[in-house]
């Protein structure tokens, strides 16, 4: 399985959809890995890169004082929290994967459209979400 990118996560930012974008591609390395050494590598690219876009997000949430950082940072620490706990498992690797995917699947269904879509709103983005984002 896959995740794919669907123009409904687009929330209206160019630097976040594109780490938004950057993140699906590095889900589905994992999905798509077939060798424990090739998963755990692609795992450890996930979770950096993880860090720096919510380190991206709520320094520009902090910058424009967006009223939900600290929930909307709890949101980040949930997701964090619940993928070291992942790392921590002794699972086989299909339990792994599907864990994983899970995981992903919340991230991209869940918080994408939901709660970064609140930031979109305070930005004032609104129709922006279905612009062409070269003429921005």
């Known amino acids: 399985m896959t995740i794919a990118w669907n123009d409904s996560y687009d929330i209206g930012d160019v630097q976040i959809n594109h780490q938004h974008r950057r993140l699906f591609a590095l889900a589905n390395h994992v999905l798509r890995s077939t060798e424990k050494a090739e998963l755990l590598d692609c795992v450890v690219r996930l979770f950096q890169y993880i860090e720096e876009h919510f380190a991206y997000e ?44 899970s995981l992903v699947r919340d991230w991209a269904l869940g918080h994408i459209p939901h709660e970064d879509a609140k930031l979109a709103e305070y930005l004032s983005y609104g129709d922006t979400r279905k612009a062409d984002i070269t003429s921005l």
Not at 67 to 77: F, G, I, N, R, T
């Open 58 to 101: 709520e320094a520009l949430m902090e910058k424009v004082n967006f009223p939900m950082l600290a929930e909307h940072v709890q949101s980040h620490q949930r997701l964090i929290a619940r993928l070291e706990s992942l790392s921590g498992e002794e699972l086989d690797d299909a339990a792994y994967k599907a864990a994983l995917e």
